[in-house]
Nanobody, 122 residues
Framework: VQLQASGGGLVQAGGSLRLSCKASGRAFSRYAVGWFRQSPGKEREFVSTMAFSGGSTYYGDSVKGRFTISRDDAKNMVYLQMNNLGPEDSAVYYC????????????????WGRGTLVTVSS
């Protein structure tokens, strides 16, 4: 499986963006998917994860109630709907995948896509 994230851009505080992650390869439905983000000088931060075949979902504390992860296995797509964005959400966002079970630690994911930059202006 290979991943490619897209959908980043510049948005004003309070606005919304939807990130997409396109997966190529077979049996994508067997993979748990995750979103992480990284700002300059900071460690990669867990944002959200969803188990294989649209199972359990988890969110980082800083995005709970604002972000929603979803997937469409028929299209090999993963989405991250981000609402009520603030400057603190500015970062490069990465999608990642691992077989079956969810994890919140970046080191547990072995497949990563190129990131997409989100910039939120105040």
């Amino acid at each position: 499986v290979q991943l490619q994230a897209s959908g980043g851009g510049l948005v004003q505080a309070g606005g919304s963006l939807r990130l997409s992650c396109k997966a190529s390869g077979r049996a994508f439905s067997r993979y748990a998917v995750g979103w992480f983000r990284q700002s300059p000088g900071k460690e990669r931060e867990f944002v959200s994860t969803m188990a294989f075949s649209g199972g359990s979902t988890y969110y980082g504390d800083s995005v709970k109630g604002r972000f929603t992860i979803s997937r469409d296995d028929a299209k090999n797509m993963v989405y991250l709907q981000m609402n009520n964005l603030g400057p603190e959400d500015s970062a490069v966002y990465y999608c990642a995948a691992r077989l079956y079970t969810v994890e919140t630690k970046a080191a547990e994911y072995d497949i990563w896509g190129r990131g997409t930059l989100v910039t939120v202006s105040s």
